[in-house]
């Protein structure tokens, strides 16, 4: 079953700790949460005071998504903070410090993902998969919310999930009720929701239709 991660990055941050509320009342386990440095993409979001805030307010799940330049210098930080998941970027940390990168978070007792962004070609890191927890495509270039989905990631989510059948995928990026179907039958079972879900006028039943998908 497809499992919908709702993303903060698209709802009210005067109000997080309801809109944490309203994801779990509408039935979601894990939070999305996007964190940029405004140099890896061109946005500036939020540090580890801020994921320490959430996780005293939430006992849901949090999946937070380094957008970082150097993600493995915060690391600890952000697990420290609360983080539950850590995701960092293949492009940022290169092929030369992944095994120190998976290592040391390995280290932390986090759960280990690795981000790919539309252009990256995944399977130039295939022998890295097997050490993580889950691999998140991009499908759109990170940075902002509310893009529209770029169809060619699909072929890298197809390819990943036939060589990797039980490894968990993730994708990011104009996933809403019309590429929803799409990608879940290319084998994405982690979807990154942020305006479907929290501008939806039935987020709950949003999270059931999606989550239903076959």
């Not at 949460?33 to 939430?58: E, Q, W, Y």
């Not at 420290?80 to 998941?85: C, L, M, P, T, V």
């Not at 007792?109 to 995944?122: E, I, K, M, R, Y």
């Amino acid at each position: 079953m497809p499992q919908v991660l709702p993303s903060l990055l698209s709802a009210d941050f005067a109000r997080l700790a309801d809109e944490m509320a309203r994801c779990a009342a509408a039935g979601a386990t894990a939070l999305h949460i996007d964190v940029m440095d405004a140099h890896f993409v061109p946005n500036l979001t939020l540090g580890p005071p801020i994921i320490s805030a959430l996780r005293k307010a939430t006992s849901l799940q949090l999946d937070v998504h380094l957008m970082m330049s150097d993600p493995m210098r915060y690391a600890e930080d952000f697990r420290k903070a609360g983080s539950d998941a850590i995701t960092i970027h293949v492009e940022a940390v290169g092929q030369r410090r992944m095994d120190d990168a998976i290592t040391r978070l390995r280290a932390l007792g986090c759960q280990v993902g690795l981000a790919f962004n539309p252009d990256t070609d995944p399977r130039l890191w295939w022998k890295w998969f097997d050490r993580v927890d889950l691999v998140m495509f991009m499908t759109v270039y990170p940075g902002f919310g509310g893009q529209a989905f770029i169809p060619e990631v699909r072929d890298y989510v197809r390819a990943t999930r036939a060589r990797f059948p039980r490894l968990p995928i993730q994708v990011d990026g104009g996933i809403n009720r019309e590429t929803i179907p799409q990608i879940v039958a290319d084998g994405a079972d982690r979807l990154v929701c942020g305006n479907a879900f929290f501008l939806d006028r039935d987020p709950a039943g949003f999270l059931r239709w999606a989550e239903a998908v076959r």
